[in-house]
Nanobody, 124 residues
Framework: VQAVESGGDLVQPGGSLRLSCSGSGFTVNSYTIGWFRQAPGKTREGVACITRNTYTYYRSSVTGRFTISRDAVKNTVYLQMDNLKPEDTAVYYC???????????????????WGQGTQVTVSS
């Protein structure tokens, strides 16, 4: 049972990417799915999550630029990233957890079934 991320790439500032998180051995509808990122030398931080009830949470620095969504038929959660900035450069991971609230959704210690990550590099 593991999340599988894909879609990372090298993109110029202001560009867009869409990351995918597929459920291998689990159904994405059954969990809260969170996207996290970790840059070299920095701690892992929550980027966005989507709950079973399709409620979404976002990190303040990505609000208005990133959109998380879910496709139940494809068993995949997406992270659409627009107007990318150099500070968005990191390895992006997705993982699963149970119900969350505003104060808890970004705590990576609550999540499991982590994927291997996908590299996003924003640079000119």
């Amino acid at each position: 049972v593991q999340a599988v991320e894909s879609g990372g790439d090298l993109v110029q500032p202001g560009g867009s990417l869409r990351l995918s998180c597929s459920g291998s051995g689990f159904t994405v509808n059954s969990y809260t799915i969170g996207w996290f990122r970790q840059a070299p030398g920095k701690t892992r931080e929550g980027v966005a999550c989507i709950t079973r009830n399709t409620y979404t949470y976002y990190r303040s620095s990505v609000t208005g630029r990133f959109t998380i969504s879910r496709d139940a038929v494809k068993n995949t959660v997406y992270l659409q990233m627009d107007n990318l900035k150099p500070e968005d450069t990191a390895v992006y991971y997705c993982a699963t957890t149970g119900p969350v609230v505003a104060k808890s959704w970004s705590d990576w210690r609550l999540y499991k079934n982590w994927g291997q990550g996908t590299q996003v590099t924003v640079s000119s």
